[in-house]
């Protein structure tokens, strides 16, 4: 992934940064998750798992597992656009990964996981989507079971380390 040259033209890049979101973020993060959802995620899914996911989505629920401990990150370019989340239960489950639309394969989605992993002394599991077990596969995460289907949410159970 190349970093973001400075809006002033000169050629020493700028790098993404990551930090941890709190409760003023919540808006950007529902809105980022669910445009990744249905651009790249929801074409997989049956109507019930895209309404599940919706729910699971929304800001209140966002704003309600944040309350809970969840950690939510952010990747943003140099001039403080999101162009990445992610949230994070227990410290080792990834529950939520979503990159902008239109900014896939650019390495921000595998920034963003390396970085989370390199912070968790324990093992992470991760409940992929089906298109994106690849994804996972490169970065360390190995199939732990099945496919499976709940509530029309399909997945693939992961586990790196």
Request: hydrophobic share 40%; net charge negative.
């Amino acid at each position: 992934m190349s970093p973001a040259l400075p809006a002033d033209g000169s050629e020493a890049p700028r790098p993404l940064g990551i930090r941890r979101a709190g409760v003023h973020d919540v808006p950007e993060l529902h809105a980022l998750a669910w445009a990744s959802f249905e651009a790249e995620v929801a074409p997989h899914y049956s109507d019930e798992g895209v309404s599940e996911y919706r729910q699971f989505s929304s800001a209140e629920a966002i704003e309600e597992r944040m309350a809970k401990g969840h950690d939510f990150w952010l990747v943003e370019s140099p001039d403080g656009v999101a162009l990445a989340m992610a949230e994070v239960r227990d410290g080792i489950h990834l529950a939520m990964l979503f990159v902008q639309p239109g900014s896939c394969g650019q390495g921000t989605g595998s920034l963003l996981v390396d970085s989370l992993a390199a912070r968790s002394a324990l093992p992470m599991t991760v409940c992929a989507s089906v298109n994106a077990v690849g994804f996972y596969s490169k970065r360390g995460f190995e199939v732990a079971g099945p496919e499976q289907d709940e509530a029309g949410i399909r997945f693939v159970p992961m586990r790196k380390g």
